[in-house]
């Protein structure tokens, strides 16, 4: 093993989507519902850009993780299984994407359950890996999710690689999260919900991207990128993506992994 990866790996590249949907859109105000533009650019995101990142992935052979709120799923299930079907990972994001900080510890205790069943239901397999909607965990989060054997989480943001986290049961692996790895604040744009963002050039994005990668892949560390189907879905975004991805390969000692892969990989090397 040399650095903190096994082998002579250098850094490790994790490609995450969030697949929300309408449901981000619905749990900020019930009433948005009645908006027909806005909850028909969430719905592009499952309907007709996760299909065309399904397609890229497999042209570059890369297993990516796809955290999907129980809602999403219930309403996309051949979206789902095509996602398990295709060797993804798939993982829990609550079920209205609801923040666990938003909740009490019995309601945060029943979405995790409904959000469990319903991806079960749908692959034949548990989930094991979580992340929390808007990124912000309860107190009583790391406990619940130790209690129902997640293997990891990714929602913190203490270090640029994995580490361990304690819970009532145990050490629970994390896989943190950076907001500059993250497409929203660079893409989202949404008047009617108060969501503006500066609307960043796909080209710009790319070279904000790859400098946090080189600096990773500088000092061994993971690189977790977390996209959106609704937002790097758009057709140049795709392309930028494909970009991004040609890039990082052309790099030595680089591999693409599933963070539930890297999950397990992490809880028995503890480094």
């Known amino acids: 093993m040399s650095g903190i990866w096994p082998g002579d790996t250098q850094c490790v590249a994790m490609l995450s989507f969030d697949v929300d949907g309408v449901s981000s859109w619905l749990r900020r105000n019930p009433d948005f519902a009645r908006m027909p533009s806005l909850m028909s650019m969430a719905e592009y995101g499952p309907s007709v850009a996760a299909p065309r990142i399904l397609d890229i992935l497999d042209a ?103 580490y361990m986290v304690d819970s009532k049961k145990g050490p629970l692996v994390e896989i943190p999260v950076s907001w500059v790895l993250d497409d929203a604040p660079h893409f989202v744009h949404a008047p009617s919900a108060q969501r503006t963002s500066p609307m960043k050039s796909p080209d710009e994005v790319l070279d904000i991207w790859l400098a946090e990668f080189e600096g990773l892949y500088r000092y061994g560390r993971a690189f977790p990128l977390t996209m959106h189907p609704q937002y790097i879905g758009r057709p140049g975004r795709l392309l930028m993506l494909e970009k991004l991805i040609s890039r990082i390969s052309a790099f030595p000692n680089v591999c693409f992994m599933r963070m539930i892969d890297v999950a397990e990989m992490w809880a028995v090397t503890k480094p």
């Open 60 to 162: 570059h052979d890369i297993k990516a993780t796809f955290f999907v709120p129980g809602y999403v799923a219930e309403t996309h299930q051949d979206l789902v299984k095509d996602i398990h079907g295709r060797g993804h990972e798939l993982a829990h994001h609550g079920y209205m994407h609801e923040a666990p900080a938003s909740m009490d510890a019995r309601e945060e205790d029943e979405v995790l359950r409904k959000g469990i069943d319903i991806l079960q239901g749908l692959t034949g397999q548990r989930p094991l890996g979580y992340r929390s909607p808007s990124w912000e965990l309860s107190e009583a989060s790391l406990d619940l999710l130790s209690r129902y054997e997640f293997a990891y989480d990714s929602s913190l943001m203490g270090d640029d690689a994995p």
